[in-house]
Nanobody, 124 residues
Framework: QVQLVESGGGMVPAGGSLKLSCAAS????????IGWFRQAPGKEREFVAG????????HYADSMKGRFIISKVNGQNRVDLQMNDLHPEDTAVYYC?????????????????WGQGTRVTVSA
């Protein structure tokens, strides 16, 4: 079992920045990949960005490239998502998720553990 706790959500004006954090605990030794997803009201959950847990390697959704930066904090079981130049359409609940197996990383159904989510609201 892996427990994930997100933090850092809030309300910002368009063009602003936020840093989300995902703290992992439990059986993290078997973790392959940590992904961030988001879900806006009335929309499906979508992949935002992800990072390999035990080796260098990141992956971003095309619309986040250049604005969002994902990183793993050295010495801590924590993954941060720095979000810059936020747009109102970035408003959503953001979730981090843990994937324990190899394979595709952009599909939410392939992840095994989820946090409770943190809300991000970007005002126009």
């Amino acid at each position: 079992q892996v427990q994930l706790v997100e933090s850092g959500g809030g309300m910002v004006p368009a063009g602003g920045s936020l840093k989300l954090s995902c703290a992992a605990s439990g059986d993290t030794l078997n973790t392959y990949f940590i992904g961030w997803f988001r879900q806006a009201p009335g929309k499906e959950r979508e992949f935002v960005a992800g990072i390999l847990w035990s080796a260098p390697g990141t992956h971003y959704a095309d619309s986040m490239k250049g604005r969002f930066i994902i990183s793993k904090v050295n010495g801590q079981n924590r993954v941060d998502l720095q979000m810059n130049d936020l747009h109102p359409e970035d408003t959503a609940v953001y979730y981090c998720a843990s994937k324990q197996t190899l394979g595709r990383v952009i599909t939410s159904a392939d992840y095994h553990y989820w946090g409770q989510g943190t809300r991000v609201t970007v005002s126009a």
